[in-house]
């Protein structure tokens, strides 16, 4: 039990912060309530960070107690999915117990089923990303145990900001194995009038068919804009039996929510609808397994969008009604080619272009954007630019950057992601090596009182600059903003150009969570993997004869599980072990890798080595020896810090959130420039970007998406962080490579609370 306690402890909060969040449960913080008890809303640091979060207060007088508050617990932290609410803490101080989720901000379905602005195009996303997190419940592919959820429906299905479908409140949950055609379980029965399987409402008998067939009873209240029952004198009969019987007798335009009928597709709406009655089938063999659901769903949605492409096709002509230039084409498709390669439009004002996705991108100009103030304002015309005209607004590093903008974008792409940059454009040239670039604007929109910080700018492919400024997603095709740019943070070493400010379509980037590269021996033992003898190195007997113990095996497929595992050698110098591409990795310690900083020692079972490294000052150095013949010959490895933050309330954490400097000490000729001003930055506290939501007070720091930088870092499943910090190609000479890269923070503070493991290397 107490290694059970042990393995969710990153996961606890305390009451005191969550009484402050909630302004101690005050109702005004309420945001809803169910079998468990009052839902309150409110803001706290968990383990991923800081954000806005729902609070849910366990009441024992609705009859769910501690077995359901630890299996929610246990549930949510081992079964992770993109389409499955987030747990991110929970609380059992002082008889209390509290679980933390991530907010969704548009709450559940119920509160929406009969809403004519959830369009039938979102109505089908949400169900398909509930019949791929029920999928991965149950597991279909056999790749892990099965989970039965038990108490699927509109109440417990949650939407985000983009309306994305998560599954919620797996309490009630069970869990059987996988590997079977059938898992069957006898339990009590458990659920939501409505909403249950009359099979197992009959004979108390759980199979995986029994979600189908709620998920069924959901799919039809998704077409009809109504729930599964009605209040009838102080009776809820059930409207299931009547809706099967229009769906068999071909009459589902008299159950059809009709504010749907005139934008479904037909054949959009045969699929759907067949697919929903399968899952209320009375015989749970005909019923569908939750993988082909998922297929038929997809299927339906994908004809709505070809539906309507055809019927509104994308209309230009506004668009090109105002270009500088008059546009020559012969056909739709060298039209498009013109809007990829991008226009200018609004007498050279706007830049207009299309991305891969066909989204549209558009770019304001400084001219048109800026607020004049008192401060004197310098333009001038730059030839490389994309909006020619004399419409840059000149800062350099002498002047406080703090002006006003605001800005207006016309032709947006509809239910689209967008990110809002500042485009820069530096004066002189801008050397490779120094990207990101460290810039450190503060801003805020109108209405709001807290600044935010883009810290670091990226290199675009037009050879600007971009800073990250906001994300939104956008309702129609135009959008008006005020920003206020009110200096900015310390001093940086180059001059820019205020070129614009554009809106960008984000790049989808899912959320992962990195997984080190080790397996335990147990489940390589058990593997299928019949190429394991392949991938065992040839010179195996050497590697084990460096091992600090005693390394004894019985088999070389156990021989290879250890190798992978990894040992400790060099006298408990080194963590060698070999990554899943076959390629040779290895871990130094704090004490050999770390240089400066006046660090603190401390010893710690938690790291490999037994000893960490912790509270530097605001400099220090990674120093270290790297032995070619322990590595990969002609490969790119990638140097990686492995550290753990301060706690989530620690006062400490704040200043984690400035970037890191990041110099290579490995050149030394001090006649080239960008040799010698190899300098990049990097992120301990991943970056927070301001959401744009449709009220200005509902704005909160939770990013949809993050830039795609090597200086981003990464959550490791073993507990502790990491973040790149230098890389290099590994030649098949056998002298040893002296590496060394100086750390210094932005600010004069000290790192205090940062603990460092190590340094790893492995295969970029």
Excluded at 31 to 52: D, P
Excluded at 194 to 204: F, K, N, Q, R
Aim: proline residues 4%.
């Amino acid at each position: 039990m107490e290694t059970f306690f042990e393995e969710f402890q990153h996961l606890r909060i305390q009451l005191e912060e969550i009484k402050s969040a909630t302004n101690n449960f005050d109702d005004k913080n309420i945001i809803g309530s169910g079998g468990f008890g009052k839902v309150y809303v409110g803001e706290l640091s968990h383990f991923k960070g800081r954000s806005r979060v729902a609070i849910k207060r366990l009441d024992r007088r609705f009859g769910q107690g501690n077995p359901e508050f630890w299996k929610e617990i246990m549930m949510l932290s081992r079964y992770i999915h993109k389409n499955l609410i987030s747990l991110l803490g929970f609380c059992d101080q002082n008889g209390e117990k509290i679980l933390i989720y991530e907010h969704a901000f548009n709450g559940s379905l119920d509160h929406h089923i009969g809403s004519n602005t959830l369009t039938w195009t979102q109505r089908l996303k949400i169900c398909l990303d509930i019949a791929r997190g029920l999928s991965y419940l149950h597991d279909d592919k056999g790749t892990q145990q099965r989970v039965l959820h038990r108490d699927i429906k509109s109440s417990n299905i949650l939407l985000d900001d983009n309306w994305n479908g998560k599954v919620s409140d797996m309490g009630l949950s069970k869990i059987g194995p996988a590997n079977q055609q059938h898992t069957v379980l006898v339990t009590n029965v458990v659920g939501t009038h409505g909403y249950l399987d009359p099979v197992y409402l009959e004979s108390g008998i759980l199979t995986k068919e029994s979600d189908v067939y709620s998920f069924g009873v959901v799919l039809f209240e998704v077409l009809c804009g109504r729930l599964c029952f009605e209040n009838s004198n102080g009776r809820f009969p059930t409207l299931v039996r009547m809706w099967k019987q229009k769906y068999k007798h071909k009459m589902l335009d008299a159950i059809i929510f009709q504010d749907l009928m005139q934008e479904m597709d037909p054949m959009s709406l045969e699929t759907f609808s067949d697919i929903a009655f399968q899952c209320l089938h009375k015989s749970r063999k005909a019923r569908p397994i939750m993988h082909l659901v998922v297929e038929r769903l997809e299927t339906a949605l994908e004809l709505q969008k070809i539906y309507e492409e055809v019927k509104h096709p994308m209309n230009y002509k506004k668009i090109i009604k105002t270009a500088v230039h008059p546009l020559t084409y012969q056909s739709e498709e060298e039209l498009k080619l013109c809007l990829y390669n991008g226009i200018l439009l609004n007498n050279g004002k706007t830049w207009f272009s299309l991305n891969k996705n066909g989204e549209h991108c558009e770019m304001i100009s400084a001219v048109e954007c800026l607020v004049r103030t008192e401060y004197h304002d310098v333009f001038m015309s730059v030839r490389s630019s994309r909006l020619p005209s004399p419409d840059h607004y000149r800062r350099t590093h002498r002047c406080r950057w703090a002006f006003k903008a605001h800005v207006k974008a016309q032709f947006l792409s509809p239910q689209i992601t967008y990110t809002v940059n500042l485009v820069l454009r530096h004066l002189g040239e801008m050397p490779a090596s120094v990207n990101p670039c460290y810039f450190g604007i503060k801003y805020r929109l109108e209405g709001e009182t807290k600044c935010s910080v883009s810290y670091l700018t990226d290199a675009r492919e037009d050879g600007c600059s971009m800073a990250e400024l906001f994300q939104f997603e956008s309702e129609k095709s135009n959008v008006d903003l005020k920003i206020s740019f009110e200096g900015i943070m310390g001093s940086f070493s180059f001059s820019y150009l205020f070129e614009g400010i554009e809106f960008r379509p984000v790049e989808k980037v899912e959320h992962e969570v990195l997984e080190d590269d080790e397996l335990n021996m147990q489940s390589i033992l058990e593997s299928d993997d019949t190429n394991w003898e392949k991938k065992l190195p040839n010179d195996y007997e050497i590697l084990i004869k460096w091992s600090k113990d005693d390394v004894k095996w019985t088999s070389k497929k156990e021989l290879y599980s250890i190798l992978r595992k990894g040992f400790l050698m060099s006298n408990g110098q080194v963590w060698f072990f070999i990554a899943k591409s076959e390629k040779r990795c290895l871990m130094l310690p704090a004490r050999e890798a770390l240089v400066g900083g006046q660090w603190k020692w401390e010893n710690l079972s938690e790291s490999r080595f037994g000893e960490v490294a912790l509270d530097p000052a605001k400099h220090f150095s990674i120093t270290c020896k790297i032995i070619p013949q322990i590595l990969s010959p002609e490969i790119t490895y990638a140097c990686y810090l492995v550290y753990k933050l301060p706690e989530r309330n620690s006062d400490d954490l704040l200043y984690f959130e400035f970037p890191l400097r990041v110099k290579d000490e490995n050149f030394h000729d001090e006649n080239d420039w960008e040799m010698s001003h190899n300098i990049r930055f990097i992120y301990l506290l991943s970056p927070q970007t301001p959401v744009i939501r449709p009220k200005v007070d509902q704005n909160s720091h939770s990013p949809l998406n993050r830039p795609k930088l090597k200086g981003i870092p990464r959550q490791r499943d073993d507990g502790w962080m990491e973040v790149q910090v230098y890389e290099f190609q590994l030649s098949t000479s056998t002298e040893a490579k002296l590496m060394r890269v100086d750390l210094d923070t932005i600010f004069p503070k000290t790192l205090k609370g940062f603990t460092v493991q190590g340094v790893e290397f492995r295969p970029e």
